[in-house]
């Protein structure tokens, strides 16, 4: 018997290799148009990736016993960054308090989502799968690593990401709380006070484990340990700054405020979201926050967001904000390359800095932009290459790498490149469209007339 | 004391003097003799012209060519820019909704399955914040669809300038119909297969009864017999006797079969609008010789196992199989990206010039006002856009929008925006 569980033990072992070791791939690209987004444009450049890691830029690279790719005539640039999705997630919304920061999207991610090979399609490499916005401080989110074809979801993580937390401003949160569930916040006011709130419950809860802490040193004494509670660890770690949050947001004045909380907190690690009237307050956000990730075009689709503008992206680019175009959509994702080119249209923005918008931006806004981002010497090799330059309208994605192992390629690209296929469904389902607002899935349970036709649209 | 209060009632009246006075000025769209010169202009249906010239009067095309006199015209020079028709939509709800969210601003869906007799034209909303936004972007000319239910009302034809829906009416109307659907709405549909099946039967059945009944008005009415107030039927027995086209909202390539079935044998006058798996079944509806307007091309493929590009590449599919394609945003405010739609049915297989027709000509053929709008032409209406380069590509910026004769101001409430807050005054410093 005890042999038989050895032997059970032992058949466990590769899959506990497997899980510790994510797969990194070596190539040689030739001759590209580098857009390096960092250190501007190299033409007729090779890039020389091994084991997962751009080794080096330069003309005439050659190297032994690897893929050497001609890329003669095609543009090469680091990998598409999204900082707000929610592709790959079975949940999205645990709406049942104001505050859910104990909730993690970590555990709902599915690998087997097509949504993953369509992003890749469109040349992106990272997308920050994020809670809903229905909850003032909502649930922590994931940085994900496209490495589509692992049926294990801990592959699909960048675990190199820092930690990451959905907030959440204006009509979702009061919507869902205030107006569907009869409890604060039912407005702006409301929003604010939560997070207030929130937060001075982890002061006290933080000093009552120094104080445990502090007892347990003295000698001879037996502390009582505070009961461990996630939410208010989690709204702990923000105030030590280990948590960046991601803030769902669109009117300036919320923004404003949320600015004006943080500062009082002592929050630094803040990037706004959606943020459609960031524009209004574009000099508060260049001075205390780590940027917008805006829409590149979506307005009026709420009353909240009719007083936006498409040159947003450009007016907090020209501002110095740190700025960033995000999908929020498993269609939008498909195709950031064509959503930063609109944003190039309102305001005239250069090549770089609307390539800046979705690759090096984003990736500062998620802690990574050390190790991607960017096409440098030492930097994690996740590559796009189109065939004309990615900001016209006629490019096309042509491959794309992450950690240097190629997981698209428009020539294998198959009539069926999903991963698992469902035995129970005989007539494959048709779907009109993705539902692309997916901030509020899951929160419907809360309406029954009123309100509910707001789900057309809830971002 | 009489005179006391006179100089107090000046005193307070003396702050509200100053509204007399604003600062700036708004342009109004303008009519006029304008004569653009030296430009490429891209005809559409008679080539291209090099440093060519348009003589616009009397809303309408006077002239075009090399060798155009201006007379007492207006010269707007147009060296290195490129002159296109404007550009048409096929399909939007612009007008009809000015919040997405909010019932109160939403005109486009009216209670009741069937509903032909509402007309999108009678809710279209001149002053829509989104209009400005959209002309801008080239896009002069929109079908503005009801929607929801069997028969959700009338679409129109609307050019994106004027002060009166009959002042922007461009000549067609249609009626919509949403053949029954066996797709799933979105990803969120979770409906069983079976009601799936049972709700298509059902709306097979209700679209067949509701049709006997329109052919039976429409014989009775010819027949002079005397009707009943009935304003659904009315307005249905026009689509019967031909008079109004039927706008066929399809999707699915096995709904689109039985849709081209049904339309043929009630020989309809049809559009089919939506086409989603046109690819599919290409050829039939080539066969059928029902021309199509199709879109968004940005949408997901609508199986799960299909190619990644399937919604990009099917107007180009359709078009090779021999369809008229004409390509929609199918939006509301932002049907201004109707041009980069075409840029990536140009790019996935459709090619520049058949994408260009695609909102031009096209659909200004399928709606039957080709005489009128789609290609720069003399003697059509002077509705046309100047760019400084292909208007589907996102880096060119569009420089002059003509509507009807009219030009239109390039400003608009996003634009006003970008100008007070580029740089915000105070900056960070208090006041």
Not at chain 1, 131 to 154: D, F, M, V
Not at chain 1, 183 to 188: D, E, K, Y
Not at chain 1, 356 to 379: F, M, R
Not at chain 2, 244 to 266: G, H, M, Q, R, Y
């Amino acid at each position: 018997m005890k042999k038989i569980f050895q032997a059970f033990l032992i058949s466990l072992l590769p899959m506990s290799w497997s899980v510790a070791q994510t797969p990194t791939g070596s190539v040689l690209i030739k001759n590209a148009h580098v857009l390096t987004v960092t250190q501007g444009d190299l033409e007729n450049t090779d890039v020389l990736v091994e084991n997962g890691v751009i080794k080096k830029i330069g003309k005439n690279l050659s190297a032994t016993n690897i893929e050497v790719i001609d890329a003669s005539g095609l543009y090469l640039m680091p990998g598409i960054i999204d900082a707000h999705s929610h592709v790959a997630l079975d949940a999205v919304n645990e709406a049942t308090a104001p505050i859910t920061s104990e909730v993690k999207m970590a555990d709902v991610v599915n690998p087997y989502d097509i949504g993953l090979y369509r992003a890749l399609a469109g040349g992106v490499t990272i997308s920050h799968a994020m809670h809903g916005s229905a909850n003032a401080i909502g649930g922590q989110n994931i940085t994900l690593k496209h490495r589509y074809g692992s049926g294990n979801p801990e592959d699909l993580f960048m675990k190199e990401a820092p930690r990451t937390i959905k907030f959440a401003l204006g009509e979702n949160p009061t919507r869902v709380h205030g107006r569907g569930n009869g409890i604060q916040p039912r407005t702006r006011m409301g929003v604010d006070a939560v997070i207030r709130n929130g937060f001075n419950e982890a002061i006290q809860y933080k000093k009552s484990w120094e104080d445990y802490n502090k007892a347990l040193k003295v000698k001879g004494a037996s502390p009582v340990p505070p009961k461990y509670n996630e939410r208010l660890q989690t709204l702990a770690d923000i105030l030590d700054g280990d948590i960046i949050i991601h803030c769902h947001s669109y009117r300036a004045d919320e923004i404003y405020a949320l600015i004006n909380t943080c500062r009082e907190f002592g929050v630094t690690n803040i990037v706004f979201s959606h943020v459609n009237e960031g524009f209004k307050v574009a000099p508060e956000l260049a001075a205390y926050t780590m940027g917008a990730s805006v829409f590149a075009d979506w307005w009026a689709y709420k009353f909240e967001v009719y007083y936006s503008t498409a040159y947003n992206a450009a007016i907090l680019t020209r501002n110095n904000v740190i700025t960033s175009i995000n999908s929020d959509s498993g269609e939008l994702i498909r195709h950031l390359y064509h959503e930063a080119g609109k944003a190039q249209r309102y305001g005239e923005l250069t090549d770089e800095e609307t390539l800046a918008l979705i690759t090096i931006n984003p990736a500062k806004q998620l802690g990574i932009a050390d190790k991607v981002g960017s096409i440098e010497e030492g930097k994690q090799a996740d590559l796009v290459l189109f065939n004309e330059h990615p900001l016209s309208v006629y490019a096309i994605p042509q491959m794309t790498f992450v950690d240097g192992v190629k997981y698209f390629d428009i020539k294998a690209d198959d009539n069926d490149m999903r991963l698992r296929v469902s035995a129970s469904e005989i007539v494959e389902p048709i779907f009109l469209k993705e539902h692309d607002h997916r901030c509020m899935h899951g929160v419907d349970f809360f309406f029954t007339n009123f309100g509910r036709n707001l789900f057309n649209h809830s971002h | 004391m009489k005179k006391l209060l006179y100089i107090a009632l000046s005193l307070v009246l003396l702050p509200f003097m100053g509204f007399a006075q604003f600062d700036g000025e708004f342009v109004k769209p303008k009519n006029g003799r304008f004569l653009l010169q030296n430009a490429t202009i891209i005809t559409v249906t008679n080539g291209t012209i090099q440093n060519g010239s348009v003589l616009l009067a009397d809303g309408k095309i006077q002239a075009i060519g090399q060798q155009v006199n201006p007379g007492d015209a207006e010269v707007i020079d147009c060296t290195g820019l490129f002159i296109y028709p404007g550009l048409i939509d096929g399909g939007s709800r612009l007008g009809l909704v000015e919040v997405g969210s909010l019932a109160e601003t939403q005109d486009y869906a009216e209670i009741g399955s069937v509903t032909p007799n509402m007309e999108a034209l009678v809710a279209v909303n001149p002053n829509s914040v989104a209009i400005p936004v959209t002309r801008v972007s080239g896009v002069t000319t929109t079908l503005t669809m009801p929607s929801g239910g069997l028969f959700p009302g009338t679409a129109a034809l609307i050019n994106l300038n004027g002060y009166t829906p009959d002042q922007m009416f461009a000549g067609f109307k249609g009626v919509v119909m949403n053949f029954p659907s066996s797709a799933r709405r979105s990803t969120w549909d979770r409906r069983s297969d079976d009601d799936i099946k049972k709700e298509f039967d059902k709306a097979q059945e209700t679209l067949n009864e509701i049709w006997e009944k329109a052919t039976t008005y429409h014989r009775l009415k010819t027949a002079g017999a005397t009707l009943e107030y009935y304003p659904e039927m009315e307005q249905l027995s026009k689509v019967v006797a031909g008079e109004l086209p039927l706008l066929v909202e399809v999707n699915a390539a096995a709904d689109i079969l039985k849709a081209i079935d049904w339309i043929t044998s009630k020989e309809v006058k049809a559009i089919l609008t939506g086409v989603a798996e046109g690819w599919r079944v290409a050829d039939k509806i080539a066969a059928a010789k029902l021309p199509v307007v199709t879109g968004p091309m940005l949408s997901i493929p609508t199986r799960q196992s299909d190619r990644y590009d399937a919604a990009y590449t099917n107007p180009g599919k359709m078009a090779k199989a021999g369809v008229k394609v004409a390509i929609r945003a199918n939006d509301a405010e932002n049907t201004r990206n109707l041009p980069f739609n075409a840029g990536f049915a140009a790019a996935y297989g459709m090619g520049k010039e058949e994408a260009l027709k695609a909102v031009t000509i096209y659909p200004a053929e399928i709606f039957g006002v080709a005489d009128r709008l789609g290609s720069l032409e003399v003697g059509k209406d002077a509705t046309l856009l100047v760019a400084t380069g292909d208007p589907f590509e996102t880096r060119t910026q569009i420089r002059h929008v003509f509507i009807d004769g009219y030009r239109v101001p390039m400003s608009n409430r996003h634009i006003k925006l970008y100008q007070e807050f580029l740089e915000r005054s105070p900056g960070l410093e208090k006041n």
